[in-house]
Nanobody, 120 residues
Framework: QVQLVESGGGLVQPGGALRLSCAAS????????MGWYRQAPGKQREFVAI???????NVADSVKGRFTISRDNAKNTVYLQMNSLKPEDTAVYSC??????????????WGQGTQVTVSS
């Protein structure tokens, strides 16, 4: 089994910054990709950012230039640096990982989510 645990959410004023972390643990052989998705109240979950093991990134247009995704392969951890936050960034942010376990199978995993609220 593999677990993804997020941290770093909270309440921040518009224009502020937050850094989310997601640590993967368990029967990990290799992490293929790690990424972030978000879901605002009454809306569908949407893609935010993704990073491959080699460091290739893709970021949603809605956050491009404000959010940066990075990862520490040694720690099996992915980060989302969120700057210039706007009220419309308010959502539950969930970590996603495509992970190859020690049994050789590759599976899709989700964290429990962390709330980010941008409000004055």
């Amino acid at each position: 089994q593999v677990q993804l645990v997020e941290s770093g959410g909270g309440l921040v004023q518009p224009g502020g910054a937050l850094r989310l972390s997601c640590a993967a643990s368990g029967s990990i052989f290799s992490i293929v990709t790690m990424g972030w998705y978000r879901q605002a109240p009454g809306k569908q979950r949407e893609f935010v950012a993704i990073i491959t093991r080699s460091g290739t990134t893709n970021v949603a247009d809605s956050v491009k230039g404000r959010f940066t995704i990075s990862r520490d392969n040694a720690k099996n951890t992915v980060y989302l640096q969120m700057n210039s936050l706007k009220p419309e960034d308010t959502a539950v942010y969930s970590c996603n990982g495509i992970v190859q376990s020690v049994d050789g199978r590759t599976r899709n995993y989700w964290g429990q989510g962390t709330q980010v609220t941008v409000s004055s």
